[in-house]
């Protein structure tokens, strides 16, 4: 098996089991719960560029129908994740630095902090919105949405920001 495969699939697993083991409980302050730790959208966001498009929808699918599995929803993480992974083409694309991508990995460490904040930001944006949109089914809970999105993406994006820093992938 190829060494980028590998360390794809070793990266999906350990932030699915972070994801569906420590994460799934909910940040409750009170009355306040509307931070929802989402940190598995990243492996959406961090398959090399190069791989087939196809490929990466039909992985955003399964991705999101094992954390539905978990979280006892009927196809809303499975949604999200395959709209994210379509989406992915073309964020990268209006993203590309001006000397193109140069190797494959996604990374920090590869395109720089400033880079992959942003690319990561946009991705957990996207995925979060598009979740508590379909969760809710109405645009009656207009309100929830956005405070759930908001909340969520910013614990959420911190998280991934620390853990990506933390572990500093090299490759």
């Known amino acids: 098996m190829n060494k980028q495969v590998t360390r ?22 009170g009355e306040f719960n509307y931070v929802h730790l989402t940190v598995y959208s990243v492996i959406i966001a ?15 699918f399964a ?12 196809g809303v993480h499975a949604g999200a994740t395959t709209f994210i992974a379509y989406v992915r083409y073309y964020i990268l694309n209006w993203m590309s630095p001006t000397e193109g991508y140069k190797k494959d990995s996604l990374t920090a460490y590869q395109l720089g902090v400033p880079w ?14 598009f979740l508590y949109s379909l969760e809710a089914f109405s645009f ?28 500093n992938p090299k490759y």
């Open 46 to 60: 961090m398959f090399p560029y190069n791989w087939n498009r196809t490929l990466i929808i039909f992985l955003g």
């Open 8 to 29: 794809n699939i070793i990266r999906a697993v350990f932030i699915l089991a972070i994801q569906v083991i420590l994460l799934k409980r909910n940040l409750t302050l």
């Open 116 to 129: 992959f904040f942003t690319y990561v930001a946009i991705m957990i944006f996207l995925h979060l919105i």
């Open 63 to 74: 991705t999101g129908l094992f954390v539905d599995i978990f979280y006892d929803s009927i």
């Open 140 to 167: 009656v809970y207009l309100k929830e949405i956005i405070l759930r999105t908001i909340f969520s993406f910013i614990a959420s994006l911190f998280l991934v920001m620390f853990g990506s820093l933390i572990f």
